[in-house]
T-cell receptor
Framework: DAMVIQNPRYQVTQFGKPVTLSCSQTLNHNVMYWYQQKSSQAPKLLFHYYDKDFNNEADTPDNFQSRRPNTSFCFLDIRSPGLGDAAMYLC?????????????FGPGTRLLVL | DAKTTQPPSMDCAEGRAANLPCNHSTISGNEYVYWYRQIHSQGPQYIIHGLKNNETNEMASLIITEDRKSSTLILPHATLRDTAVYYCIVRLSQGGSEKLVFGKGMKLTVNP
C-alpha cells in the first residue's frame, strides 16, 4: 500500500546533539510537510517542500532545518536540540498545495531529549 | 490561528451514531472543511472533507449547513476504535495557503 513512512518511531538524543528524523513516501506526492506536536497540544506546521521549493513558517526556530534530496524522502534536522524540542514529529504529504488536496500523515517520530 | 470551535469532549455509546459538531462562523466561500482524527500516539488520520455539499465515504458523513457556518461529522455506528481526538479544520481552496491549522480538537470517547 502507498504510504508515508517515518523512521525511527522513537528517537532519543542528548541535549545539544544534532539529530535527524526521516520521512519517506510511496505516494509520489509533490508536497511534503513537517509538523511538531508537543504533549497534549495540536500539531503545528514547521515547514514544507513543494517539489524542491522550501517554505518555512515564520515562527519556526532556526534550530530546525529540512532537506529533500528527492521526491520520496524528506529529513528534519535539529541542530542543537533543547529540552523543549521533545515532541512528536509528524511528516505529511499531499499531491498538490491547494486547499482541496488532502494531506496524509505518517505515524510520527517521538523525540526524547535527555 | 484555528478558525473552528469544537466542544472539548464528547461521549458516545458503542454502536450508536456519534454526531460531532463544529462551528466555523467566519468561513469564506472558497474554504473547505476538513476532518481528521488522531488516535493516541499515532499520526492524524484523514476522515472526510467538503465545501458546500454534504459528503459521505466509508468512514463517515459530513453535513454542512446551508450558510456553511457549522458542520457535523457523523460516525454512523461508533466502535471502541473510534475513540480519538477529532479535529475540524478549514482550509483555503487555492491561493497557496495550504496549511492545516489544527485547533484543540474534540476528544471522543466511545464507551462499551
Amino acid at each position: 500500500d502507498a504510504m508515508v513512512i517515518q523512521n525511527p518511531r522513537y528517537q532519543v538524543t542528548q541535549f545539544g546533539k544534532p539529530v535527524t528524523l526521516s520521512c519517506s513516501q510511496t505516494l509520489n506526492h509533490n508536497v511534503m510537510y513537517w509538523y511538531q506536536q508537543k504533549s497534549s497540544q495540536a500539531p503545528k506546521l514547521l515547514f514544507h517542500y513543494y517539489d524542491k521549493d522550501f517554505n518555512n513558517e515564520a515562527d519556526t526556530p532556526d534550530n530546525f532545518q529540512s532537506r529533500r534530496p528527492n521526491t520520496s524522502f524528506c529529513f528534519l534536522d535539529i541542530r542543537s536540540p533543547g529540552l523543549g524540542d521533545a515532541a512528536m514529529y509528524l511528516c505529511a504529504t499531499s499531491r498538490g498545495a491547494s486547499g482541496q488536496e488532502t494531506q496524509y500523515f505518517g505515524p510520527g517520530t517521538r523525540l526524547l531529549v535527555l | 490561528d484555528a478558525k473552528t470551535t469544537q466542544p472539548p469532549s464528547m461521549d458516545c455509546a458503542e454502536g450508536r451514531a456519534a454526531n460531532l459538531p463544529c462551528n466555523h462562523s467566519t468561513i469564506s466561500g472558497n474554504e473547505y472543511v476538513y476532518w481528521y482524527r488522531q488516535i493516541h500516539s499515532q499520526g492524524p488520520q484523514y476522515i472526510i472533507h467538503g465545501l458546500k455539499n454534504n459528503e459521505t465515504n466509508e468512514m463517515a458523513s459530513l453535513i454542512i449547513t446551508e450558510d456553511r457556518k457549522s458542520s457535523t461529522l457523523i460516525l454512523p455506528h461508533a466502535t471502541l476504535r473510534d475513540t480519538a481526538v477529532y479535529y475540524c479544520i478549514v482550509r483555503l481552496s487555492q491561493g497557496g495557503s495550504e496549511k492545516l491549522v489544527f485547533g484543540k480538537g474534540m476528544k471522543l470517547t466511545v464507551n462499551p
